[in-house]
């Protein structure tokens, strides 16, 4: 049940172990949350949200590889390399240094341009102790947000602002101040201590379509999936206590020896209704993200992307240099908005203007450019909410019920809900159902 990354991991993971795999996915198309569609306006190629994934995102990559995604889908990063800029456009890198790990993410923080000299100290002081502390002192800072551990270790306010919260805030998709302790200490470990590569950005340089759904379609195809698209769920057909197969929405139903429930959890509890194993993967909450895209007469923009901070930007990118005027539609900006609780409600015109009026602080270029157009894309429950008391709220592969199995990135892979966790939880629940039916 589900088509987007997990789903279509857990799909191909199974098709060469067990006698037919049917995957169920309720939308005309694969790739979940990562998709992309045709401005009907301009014909450019816009993707439901901006995905990036970095090099230690290696199940992803795996996947990617597997379903044969274009080699040209994405812009790869030889190394960590971050541009970050002020309100008013000035920039800084956060670059890691050509030194074996951890020493070239020191090396980055302290030549950090955005702080001064006793800041950048404290940062790389403040990232080593997070990063180090592992087992159960890390599990113990469960319930610690990240912002009161930072206040805590005396942490200036200005590395708060000017590095803890480009980097976490679009990762975490939380502001630092409720942010998951762990999980941030997660993200620092796996994608920026352990190596320049680790951290270097995959940008997609196609629409996420192009690069995710159609091959996965392919290759799903090919391993001999059965695909049902356009067919929604409707119930779990149940006896005993085990779930015995799936009724869609036009009454067809489908026995099945198991099922793979890759869906958000709050589809999976329509389904699943009362059990008594009521864990708290039942309200894990709801992160916002808004994507911002704004069409110009011209080039505004001098780089590919870059984070910044004093700006209600976030992160932008140039998605003509990205992916070409042709398939942008022109000189466009994306612009990434996560945790988007002060956005979300308001309407797309007064989202675009206010984005607008920052990119031309940003950007002297945009001074003598005209808006032509822009287009506003809400997702009001991206992601689970990873704020503090997760651990123990993440569901494992095993469902409530007896051959019902569970994926997507709120399940507990240990990452972010990101695509890399989605694809490691396809893998996980595939791997587990294999394991208990002994196939």
Known sequence: MGGGLAGIAAALSLAPVVGRVVLCERRPFLGGRAFSFEDPDSGAVVDNGQHVLVGACRRLRALLARIGAPASAFVRQPRLALPILDGDGRRADLAGAPLPPPLHLAAAILRYRHLDGAERRATARDVRALVTTRGAARRALDDVPLGEWLARRDAPPAAVQRFWEPIVRPALNVPVAIANTPLAAFLFERALWSGRRSGALWLPAVGLSTAIGE???????????????????????????????????????????????????????????????????????????????????????????????????????????????????????????????EWIDLPKEAIAERCDAAVERLFPARRGARRLRHAVVKEPRATFLAGPGLIDRRQGPRGPLAGLYLAGDWTDTGWPATMEGAVRSGETAAATLATDAAW
């Open 215 to 341: 091959p996965a379609r392919r290759a799903l195809e090919t391993a001999g999936v059965e695909l049902r698209l356009q067919a929604r769920v409707e119930a779990l057909d149940t006896d005993a206590g085990r779930v015995r197969g799936v009724t869609l929405a036009g009454g067809e139903s489908f026995p099945a020896d198991a099922v793979v429930a890759a869906v958000p959890p709050r589809e999976l509890a329509a389904l699943v209704g009362p059990t008594t194993d009521d864990a708290g993967w039942r309200d894990l909450g709801d992160s916002p993200i808004v994507n911002v895209y704004l069409w110009y007469d011209r080039p505004v923009a001098p780089l590919p992307f870059a984070g910044t901070f004093d700006s209600p930007l976030q992160w932008i990118f140039d998605r003509a240099r990205l992916l070409g005027e042709d398939a942008a539609g022109g000189h466009c900006l994306g612009v990434s908005l996560s945790a988007a609780d």
